[in-house]
């Protein structure tokens, strides 16, 4: 072991898409530690931001430019004998995700999931509607990639489980990871690994319909209603003329001439 390294430090590194609950979820999963006894650090909110120049990526490489000055700050951390939760960006690329794995050593990815409908429906940023309508092109899961890992640590769906559930959850799969001791989080033994399935890619987004096709459509519609009852008149003036035509057709020629059957 290098000197000045422990074993005690590690990095819970959270990802999902925009508006999952990373921030939310890293937030209560601090409290927990620190009520435990923990020192926790969080990379998060603005003055992170501003610090290390994160949250500005417009491109696949500034995305993973700045996974790794995260990465950087977390391994430093962690060789130090800290815990420090990821939760400033994204990170939608798993190649990125797995650099910062490499370099970090104890490392527990968090793969916060929601369905792109729930996070669609509960926005309040108004990024998702901006995306969809064309206005923003920098969004991961809509109009950019959003690869979710193949194989992370802890899996939460935020549509499903509360915080405090979420949290208890992360809790307890870190202990059954070995970050930390069951004894630490005052549990008997340690809980089972949780399956490690790969999740399948985000869904695409719904095509953008133009205010002219649901218009379109409503007019087909009346056009076919409107043919059957037009066809009805038509069979309805034609039937006497037919039903007439008929009888005289079944009318005996003879009878028709006025004469009478020879014997």
Sequence with gaps: MTIGQTTSGFTV?????????????????????RRLGKSVDILDGQ???QMLA????????????????????CKL?????????QAAVESPYREARDEARRQIGRFAEVFVECPTETLISRDRSGRYKKALAGELKTLPGITEPYEPPGHPEVVVDTSRMSVD???????GQLVAQRL????????????????RITPP????????????APAAKKAAVVKLKKAPAKAGKAQRR?????????????????KAAGGKRKR
């Design 238 to 254: 034609a039937a006497p003329r037919k039903q007439a035509a008929a009888r005289t057709a079944r009318v005996s020629p003879r």
């Design 47 to 49: 003055e992170v931001g």
């Design 54 to 73: 994160i949250g500005h990526a417009m491109t696949k490489d500034e995305r993973n430019a700045e996974v790794r000055k995260l990465a950087w700050v």
């Design 201 to 212: 890619p985000a869904p695409p987004p719904p095509p953008v319909k133009k205010a002219e």
């Design 165 to 171: 559930q979420a949290v208890e959850h992360i809790l």
């Design 180 to 195: 930390l001791d069951p004894a630490f989080a005052a549990m008997k033994g340690r809980p089972r690994l949780q399956a």
């Design 77 to 85: 951390v962690t060789r130090g004998g800290g815990i420090i939760l």
């Design 13 to 33: 590194w959270f990802t999902g898409m925009s508006g999952a609950g990373k921030s939310t979820l890293a937030q209560g999963f601090a409290n927990r530690l």
